[in-house]
């Protein structure tokens, strides 16, 4: 789970595009108050799997992660 913004920091969107030279597999979410960002508006198209938005509850959080941890074993099997 990546914050999009971080002041004075290396964002989510950076962060991922870096991590995803490593490993093109990874399944990473997105967090931001920021519900207009484009990136918040369109996850797959910066490479991440999900969106989770600010302020976010606990069953917010653990319904995007089943999703995408359920989705990446789904994908795993076949």
Known sequence: IMDLTIP???GGKDTL???????PAVRAIVSS???QDPVM???G????????GKP???RALESV???????AAASDRF
């Open 8 to 10: 004075g920091g290396l």
């Open 17 to 23: 595009a870096r991590i995803l030279e490593i490993d």
């Open 33 to 35: 108050g920021y519900s």
């Open 41 to 43: 508006a369109d996850p």
């Open 45 to 52: 198209r910066y490479g991440f799997a999900a969106t989770l």
């Open 56 to 58: 976010f509850d606990s």
């Open 65 to 71: 992660l089943q999703d995408v941890l359920g989705n």
